[in-house]
């Protein structure tokens, strides 16, 4: 799959909060570090596609991700939940 697709799949999920979460690599003073945060919560998937289009046009270096999240679920006990993986290279 495309990142696009990925993107569609998370807008178009039947769970009805949609997280965005946004990755990307920060310079410390002698290091790097990959960091990984939700950048906005909604309810409403007009507003997190256009939230995502939004971000991805004024952040083209970060990677933007949003999941279709249930609500009072543990998402450690799903078989994918929120999450972005950031590896070695990405810190070189």
């Known amino acids: ?14 769970a009805p ?8 690599i920060q310079d410390m003073e002698n ?7 939700v950048v ?5 998937k007009n507003l997190a596609e ?11 270096d970060n990677y933007y991700m949003v999941y279709s999240v ?3 679920v ?3 006990e799903l078989s994918h939940y929120p999450s972005i993986a950031i590896s070695k290279d990405d810190l070189q």
């Open 1 to 14: 799959m495309e990142y696009k697709d990925y993107i569609k799949q998370g807008l178009n999920g039947s």
């Open 50 to 60: 256009q939230k995502m289009n939004d971000l991805i046009a004024g952040n083209p």
């Open 70 to 72: 249930p609500l009072n």
């Open 40 to 44: 906005y919560a909604t309810n409403d």
């Open 74 to 76: 543990d998402l450690t």
């Open 17 to 24: 909060l949609k997280l965005i979460l946004c990755g990307n």
């Open 31 to 37: 290091d790097k570090a990959g960091v990984v945060s």
